[in-house]
Nanobody, 126 residues
Framework: RCSCRRLGGGLVQAGGSLRLSCVIS????????ISWFRQAPGKEREGVSC????????HYEDSVKGRFAVSSDGVKNTVYLQMNNLEPEDSAVYYC???????????????????WGKGTQVTVSS
């Protein structure tokens, strides 16, 4: 059984930074890819980024490319999402999900992601 425990999140001004952590139990991030999604009020959940096993590969949606960085730590079995130069449009509940990093047509997919964290709120004020 796998679970994802998320840490971080909160309120930040536009241009600021936050780091989200996703502590994984039940499977190894060295052997599995982990994805990040977000959902803003009134909008569908959308992909943000993902990292392959052992951090060998990464993917970023166009909306966050150049501002966000995803990484994994096999010792702590944790995946991080460093978010810089945040914009009000980044405000959403962020979720980590295991296990997979499926990109189709340059869009991160939810298919195959069985385990989801409960989500953490990120609010960016203008």
């Amino acid at each position: 059984r796998c679970s994802c425990r998320r840490l971080g999140g909160g309120l930040v001004q536009a241009g600021g930074s936050l780091r989200l952590s996703c502590v994984i139990s039940g499977l190894s991030v060295d052997e599995n890819a982990i994805s990040w999604f977000r959902q803003a009020p009134g909008k569908e959940r959308e992909g943000v980024s993902c990292v392959g096993n052992r951090g060998r590969s990464t993917h970023y949606e166009d909306s966050v490319k150049g501002r966000f960085a995803v990484s994994s730590d096999g010792v702590k079995n944790t995946v991080y999402l460093q978010m810089n130069n945040l914009e009000p449009e980044d405000s959403a509940v962020y979720y980590c999900a295991a296990a997979g990093c499926l990109v189709v047509g340059d869009r991160l997919q939810e298919y195959g992601l069985e385990y989801w964290g409960k989500g953490t709120q990120v609010t960016v004020s203008s």
